[in-house]
């Protein structure tokens, strides 16, 4: 696949600074359309079911202000399909979720949950929107998804960002070549492949050079660095590093 990587910022953790204080600043919003001018590729949001960062009025507010392509993260009930059919996004990318948990700690179980996706993704691709699954790179997830038929998986690179921050040098390779692998077989299988989770400027440049992988999303990392030099140059230098690893 190779050639240019694209980048999806997710802007939840904007939202989460908003809710602290409650009103209405700062604004997602006003995070979409610095990404949009900066060159980012897409905005990513998870709408979670007990809202604690996007809101649901947030979603039209976002497609409103920008031409970027929304990918909106959905756990798989039927209150989040409605939702979706009803804002169509561009994408829509099911993913785990608990709710005592901080962030989404790994991949969805699609192997293990077929019968519960399987009219989700159905509704979701007759919408015309494009259904994605986060999941861990291994190939029993990737089977199910090429049996569900989505066109999208998103390898989890949690388990790459602990390694590498624990500075475990064989952990690291060996998550690096199985999320390489993985992503190598989805390609070849027709089902394009995305990645992120724990994505930071000292790691993803490993990442960002595996050439089957079209998109990386990334969110907490870029929202934080923003706190110290502005959400403008915070993207501007991941996309470097990205481009860069090509």
Known sequence: MSGRLRLG??????????????????????????????????????LREDRRHIR????K???DATDLPLNLEMAATDEMLEIALRHNPHA?????????????EGGL?????????????????????????FIEAQERQLDAALQLGVPVVEFHTGEY??????????????ELKRISDMSAL?????????????LTYENVQPIAAIPQLAELNIGH??????????????VRRMRDLMDEAR
């Open 186 to 198: 989805a390609a070849k299988n027709g089902i394009e492949p995305h990645a992120g989770h724990g």
């Open 56 to 59: 649901d009025d947030d979603l």
């Open 221 to 234: 990392y870029l929202i934080g660095e923003a706190v110290f030099t502005g959400l403008e140059p915070a």
């Open 61 to 63: 507010r976002i497609q």
């Open 9 to 46: 910022v997710n802007i939840d953790h904007v939202a989460t600074i908003r809710n602290a204080r409650g009103g209405d600043h700062p604004d997602p919003v006003r995070a979409a359309q610095i990404v949009a001018a900066v060159g980012g590729d897409g905005i990513t949001a998870h």
């Open 92 to 104: 829509a990318c099911i993913v785990p979720e608990k709710r005592e948990e901080r962030t989404t």
């Open 109 to 133: 179980d699609a192997a293990g949950q077929h019968n519960r996706l399987a009219p989700i993704v159905s509704r979701l691709r007759d919408a015309g929107i494009r259904v994605s699954l």
């Open 161 to 174: 960002a602990h390694a590498h921050l624990d500075n475990d040098r064989e952990l690291v390779a060996a």
